[in-house]
């Protein structure tokens, strides 16, 4: 039957049973899940098809190429991973969400038309927002709701744009759009939304930390993920695409570094690394592209370990919160082993995934000669081992110990970084393996002497400045505070001048209203005064005068009549 759905369907279909099942029984049917669908997409040949038709549309349910299998094998390997992670999670609703999630993400990045990408991409919003709300914190609560109110408006975009696009080309097929016209347009923004776009952003850092501990880990692989896979699918050589990846890169480190709660940290440092890929797609190289596709791979795994370490240090201690954490490394080990593996990958250190994906964008951005991009992303790389790769871990495990004693992370918790960890270290020992599944032959060589030297450097000189401003006290220090982003704009700026623009409908309605009671209470009393007994109308008029009255009044009824 697996063979007959299209990838991602059957842990779709799957999810509708968990709520009827219990402990174990469920927790290993989860788990076979991912694996049967895992099997099943290896077991698809390149170019393997399944069409429908749909209300006299063709619809194109799955398409097998080399970009979609491999965004296809790190889902699956993910979900398997994070679901080992949340093994303990008693709450159905929840687990349900979250098979649903990552199978319609699944799903999506195998859509062969823009239709069925719509409808997987409104599923991915509508199930993950159970992933925040589970929570159950006023929070939560506000944050599914913002997030909720800008996935489903990226969804609508998608929408509105495929519409067009149909009406401009006749064709509904997800291949490459570009920008030339107004559909494709509104699809590009609606990506971007998703991709967290500069002033397009603000939805991860808010949603993020506020979902569960498990429900962070589920969200930090699929959502930007399937947005990068669409622009790679869809606006691939878009060169627009380099700034705005190099601004993405940049801006989210100097909010990383003063920001105290350590997973919306690693939600700025998810928002630069999206960047890297973004400027891959842009440059449209193959290279560049295999760079975006495998720094997807590595990312994926090792930005979930440290969302993995920081939501066990979170279940563990009861809070995230730099200020009032330090000295766990004797209480969980573990934990802060393999948070230091995480962090040491996504700040590239050789041996590790980062060092052998994230260069390969670096390399096409040079050989394609866009020296600013280049340089911009060379100072991200510098800052992102500055906050992920050193104040994650340090202010988390280390720095001054708050007398926390706790246990070490539960057993499913520690297995799952476990796996996530060595393959961490399995990709940067053996690049040879993902290399093998990019969708464009590698002739690429990560470990020669100028590119480890050169990354060497670049971290040692990183650190070196950490370790300057903690010594001279010039590090902004771990504070409770609130960053303030562009988000200020639609949740205190927006709100505020409604209300004040309300405030002044309100007493201009309400001086309007008394002046003209006030006027209509005058008028009244003069009537009044008129028709008294006594007054101008008050006596019976002489026949004369009330005929002659009467005559203007018909005369003028009928001027107004004609």
């Known amino acids: 039957m697996a063979m007959l759905l299209p990838p991602g369907w059957l842990m779709i279909l799957g999810a509708l049973v968990v709520p009827l099942l219990r402990g174990s029984v469920r927790q290993v049917f989860m788990l076979v899940l991912p694996v049967m669908g895992l099997v099943q997409l290896l077991a698809l040949p390149l170019g393997s098809s399944l069409t429908s038709e749909f209300m006299g549309y063709e619809l194109e349910l799955m398409r097998v190429d080399e970009l979609s299998r491999a965004f296809g094998v790190v889902f699956y390997v993910a979900t398997f991973i994070s679901l080992i992670y949340a093994m303990k999670v008693k709450d159905s609703l929840q687990a349900a969400s979250a098979l649903i999630y990552a199978g319609s993400a699944i799903a999506a990045v195998f859509a062969g038309d823009l239709i069925t990408l719509f409808v997987c991409w409104e599923l991915t919003a509508v199930s993950s927002v159970f992933l925040i709300w589970a929570n159950r914190t006023e929070a939560s609560l506000r944050a599914g709701m913002r997030y909720l109110i800008i996935q489903v408006g990226s969804g609508v975009l998608l929408l509105a744009g495929a519409i067009i696009h149909f009406a401009e080309t006749g064709s509904l097929a997800f291949n490459h759009l570009g920008l030339d016209s107004p559909g494709a347009t509104l699809i590009f923004i609606a990506f971007g939304i998703k991709a967290a776009f500069p002033f397009l952003h603000n939805w991860l850092q808010d949603a993020y930390p506020n979902a569960t501990v498990t429900g962070t880990v589920f969200l930090s692989s699929f959502t930007t993920k399937l947005a990068i896979y669409a622009l790679a699918r869809g606006f691939a050589g878009t060169e627009i695409l380099i700034p705005i990846g190099a601004a993405m890169t940049a801006f989210p480190i100097f909010y990383a570094v003063i920001e105290n709660d350590l997973r919306k940290v690693l939600a700025y440092s998810l928002n630069n690394q999206l960047g890297f890929m973004v400027v891959g797609i842009g440059i449209g190289t193959e290279l560049a592209l295999n760079g975006t596709v495998a720094h997807v791979c590595a990312h994926v795994i090792y930005k979930g370990l440290l969302f993995?370490?920081?939501?066990?240090?979170?279940?563990?201690v009861g809070t995230i919160k730099g200020s009032e954490l330090g000295g766990l490394y004797k209480s969980m080990p573990l934990t802060t082993i393999f948070c230091i593996v995480g962090a040491a990958s996504i700040s590239a250190v050789p041996l590790t995934s980062g060092f052998v994906t994230k260069s390969m964008i670096l390399t096409a951005s040079a050989e394609g000669n866009h020296t600013i991009a280049f340089l911009v992303m060379l100072f991200a790389s510098a800052g992102v081992f500055h906050h992920s790769g050193i104040k994650i871990p340090?202010?988390?495990?280390?720095?001054?110990?708050?007398?926390?004693?706790?246990?070490?992370?539960?057993?499913?918790m520690l297995l799952?970084?476990?796996?996530?960890?060595?393959?961490?270290?399995?990709?940067?020992?053996?690049?040879?393996?993902?290399?093998?599944?990019?969708?464009?032959?590698?002739?690429?060589?990560?470990?020669?002497?100028?590119?480890?030297?050169?990354?060497?450097?670049?971290?040692?000189?990183?650190?070196?400045?950490f370790t300057f401003l903690m010594k001279t006290g010039f590090y902004p220090p771990e504070l409770r505070s609130t960053v303030l982003d562009s988000d200020w704009l639609y949740r205190r700026l927006l709100p505020s001048v409604r209300d004040r623009l309300g405030a002044a409908y309100t007493v201009t309605l309400d001086f309007s209203m008394s002046k003209f009671h006030a006027g209509r209470r005058a008028l009244l009393s003069q009537v009044e005064k008129i028709h008294?007994?006594?007054?101008?109308?008050?006596?019976?008029?002489?026949?004369?005068?009330?005929?002659?009255?009467?005559?203007?009044?018909?005369?003028?009824?009928?001027v107004l009549y004609y």
């Open 416 to 465: 799952a970084m476990g796996i996530a960890a060595a393959l961490c270290l399995a990709i940067g020992l053996f690049p040879g393996v993902l290399y093998g599944l990019l969708p464009y032959p590698v002739d690429y060589e990560p470990y020669t002497t100028s590119h480890v030297v050169s990354m060497l450097q670049l971290l040692l000189f990183s650190a070196l400045a």
């Open 394 to 412: 340090f202010f988390a495990f280390f720095a001054h110990d708050r007398g926390h004693r706790v246990k070490e992370a539960p057993l499913n």
């Open 308 to 316: 993995m370490s920081m939501g066990a240090v979170l279940h563990r």
């Open 532 to 558: 008294e007994p006594f007054g101008p109308l008050g006596e019976p008029w002489p026949t004369g005068a009330t005929t002659l009255w009467a005559a203007v009044m018909l005369f003028t009824y009928l």
